[in-house]
């Protein structure tokens, strides 16, 4: 059963401080990862995507990178701010016709 | 601007009652997607649709219906077969199967 996991549910660090949110997948039969963030009450905004023949990708501040053979993916945010605050979601894209989601990591930066 | 719009914001519903719910895209994207997030629980997909006239269910088809008219919209209708559809409901787009997918700001669904 491909299943997606991410460790902590929540995490609260003070503004400046480098973090890495961790992704983890059973299924090693990934065609790509994504990375979104959601504020609350709001839709989803993607970060990045990573392919499968990928190891990383970068954005600004953000960095993600696929390792298929340990399942995991990190999402790293360097200098976090408060504006960063949200929850971030990540989803992996099988031979399936939907994507495979998280339940999230809810991140707080504080001033 | 190009985007997903989803409306209306907020939905109320009584019970009995059908209710639908708007998707709009101006992306030019072939594939369009329904999720449903419940609190402490991943999107889980309803339907989908890959081309224009055909769709498909998803893992929480029941209750639920949708059209692909045209290759912008994809409208999901809440039927009074399901039982508990309170919740937040997210249109999603991508170009293709396994490409990038965007997401439009989601509708609130009440009971009342």
């Known amino acids: 059963k491909q299943e997606v996991t991410q460790i902590p549910a929540a995490l609260s660090v003070p503004e400046g401080e480098n973090l890495v949110l961790n992704c983890s997948f059973t299924?090693?039969?990934?065609?790509?990862l994504q990375w979104f963030r959601q504020d609350p009450g709001k839709g989803l905004t993607s970060l990045l995507l990573?392919?499968?023949?990928?190891r990383e990708q970068t954005s600004g501040r953000l960095n993600a990178s696929l390792d298929k053979s340990s399942g995991r993916s990190t999402l790293y945010i360097a200098a976090s701010q408060p504006g960063d605050s949200a929850t971030y979601l990540c989803?992996?894209?099988?031979?399936?016709?939907?994507?495979?989601f998280g339940t999230g990591t809810r991140l707080q930066v504080f001033p | 601007d190009g985007g997903i719009t989803q409306s209306p914001k907020y939905l109320f519903r009584k019970e009995g009652q059908n209710v639908t719910l708007s998707c709009e895209q101006n992306?030019?994207?072939?594939?369009m997607y329904w999720y449903r997030q419940d609190p402490g629980q991943g999107l889980r997909l309803i339907y989908y649709?890959?081309?224009?006239?055909?769709?498909q269910k998803g893992d929480i088809a029941e209750g639920y219906s949708v059209s692909r008219e045209k290759k912008e919209s994809f409208p999901l209708t809440v039927t009074s077969a399901q039982k508990n559809p309170t919740a937040f409901y997210l249109c999603?787009?991508?170009?293709?199967?396994?490409?990038?997918?965007?997401f439009g700001q989601g509708t609130r669904l009440t009971v009342v």
């Open positions: 989803a992996g894209s099988y031979n399936t016709d939907k994507l495979i």
């Open positions: 299924d090693s039969a990934i065609y790509n």
């Open positions: 992306l030019n994207h072939d594939a």
């Open positions: 990573i392919q499968s023949s990928q």
């Open positions: 999603a787009s991508s170009i293709a199967q396994h490409t990038e997918a965007f």
């Open positions: 649709s890959q081309i224009v006239n055909d769709f």
